[in-house]
């Protein structure tokens, strides 16, 4: 039986480019300078939905972990809250690297960037400038902007659209943002509408209101959606990298994410018979937490 770890979670923080961001902090008893994996989120998201399961199992398999929120969201500094500002998450991805790079007790040699749905985008086009990591992954990742943005009814993208010129005028103009439903129903005005994805975030926040009540997000976001395609850094990245597919994706289409993949020269490819919010929760989610791990086992975790 695989020995599993005792571990201790503190809250830190660090600064990207003059802005705080906290994060957990994750160690595992008894294991000398054990690899570090930095986990975020992915769109309107912050680390109480379900990030902390993830960083659990690692920590209790002998890695050390750093969960971080975005600037303005969650417990991190920013104003104001809930803005989407994709240059600043990406800036937030280099501090988080480099903060873990400077934590005592931990292989600095071996940091892992982990990333989920518009978190993976980032963490692609991470892993393709920084060569200071050795390994990462990727689950439903984010790779292209046009296949993600038009992945709704043309009515709902117009009415996207619409929604993020009027909150761009209104950031040119000094006033507060105009803000939509980050997830919502079927039919609703909201970024992502897939059947059963309300539901499937409220089982992630465990139905707790203090965290139902953050979705939203600056409706400017949906007018740069369409030109993020961290995927096109596919080719650059030279370290291995697990991709995991949701093969019912209809937040990041599968047969974009599946090719962007097989691009990646160490790429691992595994794909899963569920949804874009169904990787976080049972019946998947221990199968899929299981697979991070024995690749972590593989690629970085043979000198613990």
């Not at 873990?100 to 892992?112: F, P, Q, S």
Request: proline share 6%.
């Amino acid at each position: 039986m695989t020995r599993q770890f005792e571990y201790v979670r503190s809250d830190v923080t660090f600064e990207s480019r003059g802005t705080r961001c906290a994060a957990w902090l994750y160690r595992p008893s008894d294991v000398t300078n054990p690899p570090i994996i930095v986990l975020a989120h992915g769109f309107a998201a912050f680390r109480e939905l379900r990030l902390d399961a993830y960083a659990a199992r690692f920590a209790a398999a002998g890695y050390a972990a750093l969960v971080f929120d975005y600037r303005h969201w969650g417990a991190s500094a920013g104003l104001p809250r809930r803005i989407l500002d994709i240059g600043k998450q990406q800036a937030d991805w280099e501090a988080a690297i480099e903060f873990a790079h400077c934590i005592d007790g931990v292989d600095t040699t071996r940091v892992v960037a982990w990333g989920s749905s518009f978190g993976g985008g980032h963490v692609l086009r991470l892993a393709a400038r920084d060569r200071r990591l050795a390994a990462a992954i990727v689950q439903v990742p984010h790779v292209s902007g046009p296949a993600s943005a038009f992945a709704q009814s043309p009515r709902a993208v117009a009415r996207l659209i619409a929604a993020g010129v009027y909150d761009q005028i209104r950031a040119w103009t000094g006033r507060s943002p105009y803000r939509l439903a980050a997830v919502g129903r079927p039919g609703d005005n909201a970024m992502m509408t897939s059947p059963g994805a309300y539901e499937l975030v409220e089982r992630m926040g465990d139905m707790r209101e203090e965290l139902l009540a953050e979705n939203d997000v600056a409706a400017r976001v949906a007018v740069r959606v369409p030109f993020y395609s961290p995927g096109r850094h596919a080719t650059a990245i030279d370290v291995p990298v697990l991709v995991q597919l949701a093969a019912h994706d209809d937040v990041t289409p599968i047969d974009v994410a599946r090719s962007v993949a097989r691009r990646i020269p160490k790429g691992e490819v595994r794909t899963y018979e569920c949804g874009h919010f169904e990787p976080y929760l049972d019946p998947f989610f221990d199968t899929i937490v299981a697979d991070q791990i024995h690749f972590l086992d593989r690629h970085v975790g043979d000198a613990r």
